[in-house]
T-cell receptor, first 112, second 111 residues
Framework: GDSVTQMEGPVTLSEEAFLTINCTYT??????LFWYVQYPGEGLQLLLK?????DKGSNKGFEATYRKETTSFHLEKGSVQVSDSAVYFC???????????FGSGTKLNVKP | NAGVTQTPKFQVLKTGQSMTLQCAQD?????MYWYRQDPGMGLRLIYY???????DKGEVPNGYNVSRLNKREFSLRLESAAPSQTSVYFC??????????FGNGTRLTVT
């Protein structure tokens, strides 16, 4: 079945450091891929998405490229801020969007 | 625009008690979902409803029932709560052309 695997956390970085959170997926066909972010005490919010191979999703300085050859969708940011501290979830959905599959989440702590 | 509203925010139950978690969305979305979030396990789908009048099991449906009351509302019922159901529960909705929208969650503790 479809599944998402992402790197375990927590990830602790200093402000202005480079961030990479790895995400790989298993799916038949051509799923859409997403990154969601969860701030403390809140629900998940969409951060960015990509719907086909080689698409790059971007938002708030974060980027991720849909790599079908490596079945990956790694999240990157060039310079993190304290306000980026949150839990990040990689997710996929098939064409009919009836189901969304989430990774286990990666907690990011950014220190001033 | 409230989005997805879940009630209650917190609940403590004793083993064997029952309760219903309520969820309502005001975005006219067809699809609604119930997830549970446990440490180290991410979000796991309990049940979903692709449209009004239909419901389907997700990955972890045992011990739960759902009702899609109308297009806006999708409730989750625990008939006989167990400590293993201690978790944070999220309702979400989805409509064509939009991302998955989540409520702020219900923190349930079963003692």
């Amino acid at each position: 079945g479809d599944s998402v695997t992402q790197m375990e956390g927590p990830v602790t970085l200093s402000e202005e450091a480079f961030l990479t959170i790895n995400c790989t997926y298993t799916a038949t066909g051509y799923p859409s891929l997403f990154w969601y972010v969860q701030y403390p005490g809140e629900g998940l919010q969409l951060l960015l998405k990509a719907t086909k191979a080689d698409d790059k999703g971007s938002n708030k300085g974060f980027e991720a490229t849909y790599r079908k050859e490596t079945t990956s969708f790694h999240l990157e940011k060039g310079s993190v801020q304290v306000s980026d501290s949150a839990v990040y979830f990689c997710a996929l959905s098939q064409y009919n969007f009836n189901k969304f599959y989430f990774g286990s989440g990666t907690k990011l702590n950014v220190k001033p | 625009n409230a989005g997805v509203t879940q009630t209650p925010k917190f609940q403590v139950l004793k083993t064997g008690q029952s309760m219903t978690l309520q969820c309502a969305q005001d975005m006219n979305h067809n699809s609604m979902y119930w997830y549970r979030q446990d440490p180290g396990m991410g979000l796991r789908l309990i049940y979903y409803s692709a449209s009004e009048g239909t419901t389907d099991k997700g990955e972890v449906p045992n011990g739960y029932n759902v009702s899609r009351l109308n297009k806006r509302e999708f409730s989750l019922r625990l008939e006989s709560a167990a400590p293993s159901q201690t978790s944070v529960y999220f309702c979400a909705s989805w409509g064509a052309g939009s991302p998955l929208h989540f409520g702020n969650g219900t923190r349930l503790t079963v003692t």
